[in-house]
């Protein structure tokens, strides 16, 4: 998938902070694949996404650092040095964010600032490369949301979520830092998350489907949103990494829109089997619904090039086949 | 300058957190002489707004609790069987966000969510005002600004203020908190703070004047701005509290634009004697300096029937009154 982009990474440091997460290590295999040196840090918090499995295969040539970059140490020696930083380590869950907000704050805003703080104090010179959210708009009110969408984030993830976007734009106004922010749809494929639904309904659908347990649909089926496979947005971070138009830019990645029952038919399809039922939304998730929701990404193909190239067939097909391969590290991981 | 509004505070509780600082204490001696139970919080951070003097006259008639509103057992016990809630407790200065963001995230973000938590426990009914600040809005895109304007902060303070305006936000649409945002522009008047330029720069001239000395003007003066002196910025938090019509919104209070020369030349005038001298930006201030602004307060006026009733006029020949006669207890607070 590098191809025309190895080149670029070939010999480089890249730091990649939630190293040991689902977008994180994926970049991780492509990056080493391409001979980038390569250094991972993760909190390897209890019920995120960090998991030491991810890395299988790659192990012995990446440097893991298990480590908080809140510590302002830790960070200085981190960030030093490097020529990319994929900034991936965050909270991400809207529900976990309203039942505690102050871990919230300490993964979205205190990691960011301290990472940035780093740079700004140890190396200058580094591109930064931030993963932000959808959420952050709110509840779509136009479709297909573009980057110039109103921000009214609905729960208190999309707030910081916010901030931290807004703290690369400051510092790179401010100091000079070279940074750009990607700001993610539903991001699925090998090694997602899937213990539950924090980071997206599709890690259960997967699972159940993977297991032969029947999923649940919440709501009507009818809502639409936008789904990336997880090699395309690799190839995000990378592109923005080397671009310098990407500096100071923030781009929206997408995909074409699907209802959840047709996505829900179609994994089925692809499994060969399974059943779905619908089921009214927990309340308590109702209120942080954002309804239909799917993005216009036409900036980041204009700037940088970037389009979806793996279907959701495609995309399904392949993690189907990796969880029915690999699940039980994933179901079980007691990280 | 009560007089309609008494009523609605005689017996009622008040919390006001921040309460020793400028705006907190102005506020605690109105609510006093209406008659209503007042509690202040402060944590005398050094080198912010908290002055036990502030409270000089009223000391036995409010109850004072020196803490942090972040200790989650206080916050709790202070905000239970409150009628109202003053959340003016903050770090404001735009220079120290940027030198110190970990301390501002604590005080704007983790504080602010303090305090709404504890409502969200112990005390959904209480009406909360929050303090915020024009400066969110970064430099102005159009004059006057209303409350429509993009919000593009230029400093650490400013996205944090936001977080604590979208906190309040959010709250109401989840938990059905009753909360209104009040954002201000420099706001002066007895007992602001003048040992320094971290709350706004007419402290330091009003100090300066008042001590026979020189001031300086940053840039070439013609910059405009806009002022609210103390008793009419009070008089919106009141009305803020008692209306319904504020609940889930946001207010811009403001006042008549004059240039930075016509201000200094007023005080001038007012005081009857001083001098100053324009100045180059000192660097680190001129890359979060925002240019002119002003706000259009129509909303507030329109809504809440707030509109500035003291003058630039007299507001500084009030406030140079006040400094001459107690100035010392606000050069030499230890504070």
Redo the contacts between chains.
Sequence with gaps: MLDDLAGDFSGARALITGGLGFLGSSLAHVLVSADAEVTLVDSLAPHYGGNVWSIAGIEDRVRVEVGDVRDERLAASLVTGQDFIFSLAGQTSHFDS?VD??TD?EMN??AQ?AVL?ACRNHNRSAKIVFASTRQIYGRPRYLPVDEKHP?V????NG??K??GE??HR?YG??YGLRAAVLRLTNTYGPRMRVKDARLTFLGVWLRAVASGEPFEIWGDGRQRRDFTYVDDAVRAFLLAATRAEADGEVFNLGGPPSTLREVADLLIEVAGDGRYRLAPFPSEQH??DIGDYYADYSKVTQRLGWEPLVSLREGLARTLTFYREQGVHYWDNPA
Tied chains: 1, 2.
């Excluded at 984030?153 to 208190?156: G, S, T």
């Design positions: 309203m907000p102050f704050l805003c205190r600032l703080e921000i984030p609905v729960d208190v707030i910081h916010t901030a807004w703290y400051l106004e401010v209120a942080i």
